[in-house]
T-cell receptor, first 116, second 110 residues
Framework: NAGVMQNPRHLVRRRGQEARLRCSPMKGHSHVYWYRQLPEEGLKFMVY????????ESGMPKERFSAEFPKEGPSILRIQQVVRGDSAAYFCASSSGQGVANTEAFFGQGTRLTVV | GQQVMQIPQYQHVQEGEDFTTYCNSS?????IQWYKQRPGGHPVFLIQLVKSGEVKKQKRLTFQFGEAKKNSSLHITATQTTDVGTYFC??????????FGIGTKLQVIP
């Protein structure tokens, strides 16, 4: 059973370009979370999705950022017109979400975005 | 919304000393989880506590969930250099959305 797969592992974009980060959850997991981590800082919640639904996007910047988790395929975090301040590690996590005692999250290895 | 506070943010200890990090939630939690992130790595699940007052041990690590299910602690006995990393607590407020604390970064001086 493959773990949470994120790609690419490293992504370099010029200011103004678009960044697309992909996350395939663990098999059988229907809950996906995206987090941003700046160097030497904690995990900042961005968005929580279930299949085809955004459950909570309270941590997402209102502009340039969007996320989806389609019925088929990976979850995508999309950042349009990137700026230097978007440089960070973006982690995706998934959980089965089945019952209150089964919400432990399994993390991917992250995508390290560098905006030059 | 739900907030999870964690202290201290940084801790340096001499190898062999004990270490404790504390986590407090603004709301009652359904469960609390602990994760460890090694430098340059990704967070890895350590344990989940569900019951009020629950205590669980993993070798030198002791995890505790408060009676009111609003706070938790992780205690490491006799730290080793392999314990270096950032320890995060994460609370589930009952809606299956997990909120992470800011983490405690542990440095162990050999």
């Amino acid at each position: 059973n493959a773990g949470v797969m994120q790609n690419p592992r490293h992504l370099v974009r010029r200011r103004g370009q678009e960044a697309r980060l992909r996350c395939s959850p663990m098999k059988g997991h229907s809950h996906v979370y995206w987090y941003r981590q700046l160097p030497e800082e904690g995990l900042k919640f961005m968005v929580y999705l279930q299949k085809e639904n955004i459950i909570d996007e309270s941590g997402m910047p209102k502009e340039r950022f969007s996320a989806e988790f389609p019925k088929e395929g990976p979850s995508i975090l999309r950042i349009q017109q990137v700026v230097r301040g978007d440089s960070a590690a973006y982690f995706c996590a998934s959980s089965s979400g089945q019952g209150v005692a089964n919400t432990e999250a399994f993390f991917g290895q992250g995508t390290r975005l560098t905006v030059v | 919304g739900q907030q999870v506070m964690q202290i201290p943010q940084y801790q340096h200890v001499q190898e062999g000393e004990d270490f404790t990090t504390y986590c407090n939630s603004s709301t009652t939690l359904s469960n609390i989880q602990w994760y460890k992130q090694r430098p340059g790595g990704h967070p890895v699940f350590l344990i989940q506590l569900v019951k009020s007052g629950e205590v669980k041990k993993q070798k030198r690590l002791t995890f505790q969930f408060g009676e009111a299910k609003k706070n938790s602690s992780l205690h490491i006995t006799a730290t080793q250099t392999t314990d270096v990393g950032t320890y995060f607590c994460a609370g589930d407020g009952g809606y299956q959305k997990v909120t992470f604390g800011i983490g405690t970064k542990l440095q162990v001086i050999p």
